[in-house]
């Protein structure tokens, strides 16, 4: 049997448990989510488990999964990677965001240095920030998640989150000046 | 200023410039998905095999204690009598008194000497030279009787062998014709007949009256 190339069959496929089109999936997808495992999980081999684990889960609740249209499932299984990741870091000893109050105040990170670098020396800054502060930065930089959003997911308060997420822009500024400035 | 950044990251990943897993690292993790995938099915089949062999093992001994079951013996059915205890008596609600002290007189190389234990309530006591009465908080008060008969013989001070005891003023009742003297004892007094100037004087003042 040909295996279909365009997305929306492709995941019919998967629904039905074809093994050739799942693997066709992750392939199409592994590399763009390892970058998001990555950005949680500064441990090369502890983000690839935890990608095969999102990618498991992708693939155990697809038939939940309704397509609507282009990017529609790879947001949904960004979704499903960046839950795996939090669960992980989660199981970690200790709180993953210190739950602190602090009046937050807007911090420039300096766009100009910012656009001039790599994915991987962005990784490599993001991967300096603390646990927290690197959830919190990631959540809603990358994943684009409300600061009410990001609160509930980490289970702390709103300032807590607008605290850390000023401190991670801080570290991140501070280390963009120190290395590139 | 925070949208600007988003976009610029958002570029940077959306179709990142490297790529972090090789070739042979995908394919192997790409087979532990598939192990993984395929795992639970398998361990689906074995554990219903496991309790469909459990549930026949079950049936069977079933069966078989039915077929091989004795006639049932007429069963017995012990029944516990009832055990009759015998009406508990009514308490009967007795309230406590206190003992009372007691007076020990002893003769003493000629002397008579009265040890007294610790007093709690107010009593009369009889004494050799006399009545004294047994206050509350240890005191005995002497009446003037007691004096003048312990005159004639040895001071009440002395019998009452206050060697251990510590003696009050004497305080006169003019009304009364009474002198009284208030002796406090103390718990365990040791019994004796020596006097000193303390006690004497107490003894004089005694004989005035």
Not at chain 1, 118 to 146: C, M, Q, T
Request: hydrophobic share 35%; net charge positive; proline share 6%.
């Amino acid at each position: 049997m040909a295996i279909p190339i365009d997305e929306r069959s492709l995941i019919d496929e998967c629904v039905h448990g074809d093994r050739r089109a799942q693997k066709m999936l992750y392939e199409r997808y592994c590399n763009e989510m390892m970058f998001v495992c990555y950005r949680y999980i500064s441990e090369r081999e502890t983000a690839k488990e935890v990608l095969s684990e999102g990618f498991l889960n992708c693939y155990r609740s697809i038939g939940q999964f309704s397509y609507q249209g282009e990017g529609s499932f790879n947001a949904w299984l960004k979704r499903i990677v960046v839950n795996q990741c939090l669960m992980h870091l989660r199981k970690k000893p200790g709180p993953l965001v210190v739950d602190i109050s602090e009046s937050a105040s807007d911090i420039a990170v300096d766009e100009n240095i910012l656009g001039r670098l790599s994915a991987k020396e962005i990784l490599d800054l993001i991967h300096r920030l603390p646990p927290g502060y690197r959830s919190v930065f990631n959540l809603y930089f990358f994943e684009d998640k409300k600061l009410v959003e990001i609160a509930s997911l980490l289970e702390v308060s709103e300032n807590t989150v607008k605290s850390q997420l000023r401190k991670a822009k801080l570290l991140l500024q501070k280390q963009i000046k120190e290395l590139y400035g | 200023m925070d949208n600007d950044i988003k976009k610029i990251l958002k570029d940077k990943f959306e179709h990142p410039d490297i790529e972090l897993m090789s070739a042979s690292e995908q394919a192997d993790n790409w087979h532990q998905i598939e192990r993984k995938l395929s795992s639970p099915k398998k361990r689906i089949i074995w554990w219903q095999i496991a309790v469909a062999a459990s549930v026949g093992l079950l049936i069977g001994i079933a069966g078989m204690g039915v077929l091989y079951t004795p006639s049932p013996k007429p069963s017995v059915t012990y029944i516990k009598a009832p055990v009759q205890l015998p009406p508990k008596p009514p308490v009967e609600y007795v309230p406590a008194t206190p003992a009372p002290p007691v007076i020990v007189v002893k003769e003493n190389n000629g002397h008579r000497v009265i040890s007294l234990p610790t007093i709690t309530t107010t009593k009369t006591c009889d004494t050799p030279s006399g009545k004294g009465n047994v206050a509350e908080n240890n005191k005995v008060i002497v009446s003037r009787d007691t004096v003048s008969l312990a005159s004639k013989d040895v001071p009440v001070v002395h019998l009452l062998d206050l060697n251990n005891a510590d003696i009050m003023p004497v305080v006169r009742d003019y009304k009364r014709e009474r002198v009284h003297t208030t002796i406090t004892f103390f718990q365990n007094p040791v019994q004796g007949t020596g006097r000193s100037d303390e006690q004497s004087s107490i003894a004089q003042g005694l004989y005035k009256k």
